[in-house]
């Protein structure tokens, strides 16, 4: 008989695995960790196992990327919202509106239906 077969996973595995599991989006657009489970807001911090699953890239394509990388100690972590940006502009994608601008552009409308 021949040994039986390993059905555990590597760490490599798990990792990519629990990656994409909490790359994954649910109908709200938050990310959640675990099935089941939803998170309030989208996490900004990724780690890089996480930045591969979220892009779709593989680790090798994640670790060349030098966009929004912050180091807390000997931690590396990407910000999401600098990666989507590069991306955005990458792809020629218009940014959304801030806050600010979109309170500008009311009392912009405001002050020129006041003036008819």
């Known amino acids: 008989m021949g040994a039986p077969h390993d059905l555990t996973l590597t760490r490599q595995a798990q990792a990519h695995k ?3 599991l909490y790359a994954r989006e649910d109908l709200d657009g938050a ?3 675990r099935r089941g489970l939803r ?7 990724l780690t890089a196992q996480e930045l591969a699953a979220y892009l779709n890239l593989p680790m090798t394509e994640v670790r060349r990327l030098n966009i929004g990388v912050l180091r807390f100690g000997a931690r590396l972590r990407y910000d999401r919202v600098a990666v989507d940006s590069y991306f955005d502009r990458l ?3 218009q940014p959304k509106s801030t ?7 009311a009392e912009a409308a405001l002050a020129r239906f006041c003036a008819l």
């Open 99 to 105: 806050k600010a601008e979109e309170d500008d552009e």
């Open 39 to 45: 998170a309030p807001v989208a996490p900004r911090l």
């Open 31 to 33: 990310l959640s960790p």
């Open 91 to 93: 792809a020629g994608v």
């Open 18 to 20: 629990a990656a994409a």
